[in-house]
């Protein structure tokens, strides 16, 4: 289903009569692409994600490197794109080495999340880790490193932030040039990340200023550690002013991400429906961290004084582990929702 023939908020999940679909082959959602395409505005070609689903966790939360182990398994295991910024990589000798990181995008497997590269536009930017990087986002929001209270974030942080000498369009879109001939990759695809806030005129501004998409967050991670998130505006306000400004805009190529509340399958489903081309699965994720973690704290209790000693082993090393149960929740999530985007056809 393509943008321009959206269902209407009327006729949501409705899946088509048997008549409609008795006539296509068995085989007809094998050659369909289930995943999300964004457009390169400049080159008119478009780069392909396996599934419309993806996390800000890397980004936005305030210990991102013990959630990368994990992250890496989400995006190869359930092919969910990450927004995760490489310099942290960087400053960890132990961690391994990205399939794209120090290679063209074209080695990495089809099948595998993007890694999306952000950067911040109130940080100086570092053309290197950009030189491979097939997708760019801007984060027009405080760099996490610059948080005064370690451990946990306000909402303030999400208060769009602008460079003075951004701040008209021009100039913001030789911004964008450079970071799009910064990219060895000839089909690069840039966007920006805005809270949700003024949705129909930063939509605009993003548009005029070149992006290819643009991200906008309704619901923004604050911490795993305890489980906390923003809610910053309803979702349906944010998904029908963020469609209206695109469409005035009169370039129709432009994506759309939204990150919001997902709570169940029928959630993603829907905002697939409302004319969103991926979505961010981070508040279901916290919320099974949440609980994963409550379990664990249950069975420590009955632990032996051996698996408590190996526990404390590898806590000494400082290695990050990844969360096997979150990973396999993701995983079952993921295959669910794509049975029933094939029911509705959407």
């Not at 998130?229 to 805009?249: C, F, G, H, K, N």
């Not at 009169?250 to 004319?275: A, E, F, K, N």
């Not at 961010?280 to 704290?297: K, Y």
């Not at 000494?316 to 056809?345: H, I, K, T, Y």
């Amino acid at each position: 289903m393509t943008k321009k023939n959206k269902l209407p908020a009327s006729a949501l999940n409705r899946a088509r009569p048997l008549a409609d679909r008795i006539d296509l082959p068995p085989d007809a959602w094998t050659m369909r692409g289930l995943g999300c395409k964004l457009t390169c505005r400049n080159s008119g070609q478009s780069l392909h994600w396996p599934s419309p689903i993806y996390s800000r966790l890397g980004t936005d939360i305030p210990n991102p490197m013990e959630l990368h182990p994990t992250l890496e398994k989400l995006r190869r295991n359930c092919g969910i794109s990450v927004v995760e910024p490489q310099a942290d990589l960087l400053e960890q000798g132990t961690q391994p080495q990205r399939s794209n990181q120090q290679s063209s995008g074209a080695d990495r497997s089809m099948d595998d999340g993007l890694w999306i590269q952000p950067v911040f536009v109130d940080e100086p930017i570092d053309l290197q880790p950009l030189m491979h990087a097939e997708q760019i986002e801007l984060q027009f929001i405080p760099c996490h490193y610059q948080a005064t209270r370690p451990t946990s974030y306000r909402a303030d942080r999400w208060i769009p932030t602008l460079p003075s000498d951004l701040s008209q369009v021009d100039r913001m879109a030789r911004r964008v040039e450079l970071l799009r001939h910064a990219s060895d990759q000839p089909k690069v695809v840039l966007g920006g990340a805005i809270a949700a806030g003024s949705v129909y005129e930063d939509v605009r501004f993003l548009i005029d200023s070149g992006l290819d998409y643009v991200n906008v967050l309704s619901e923004v991670a604050a911490s795993l550690r305890p489980a906390k998130s923003w809610s910053l505006q309803p979702i349906d306000y944010v998904i029908e002013t963020a469609r209206r400004a695109i469409d005035d805009s009169g370039v129709p190529s432009v994506g759309l991400l939204v990150s919001g509340p997902i709570r169940s399958l029928d959630d993603g489903i829907r905002m697939l429906s409302l004319g969103v081309d991926a979505f961010s699965i981070d508040s279901w994720l916290i919320q099974q961290q949440s609980e994963s973690a409550t379990a664990l704290r249950a069975n420590e209790d009955y632990s032996s004084f051996l698996s408590g000693y190996s526990r404390q082993s590898e806590a000494s090393q400082g290695a990050p582990r990844v969360m096997d149960g979150l990973v396999l929740a993701a995983e079952n999530w993921v295959e669910e929702f794509c049975a029933l985007r094939r029911f509705f056809e959407i």
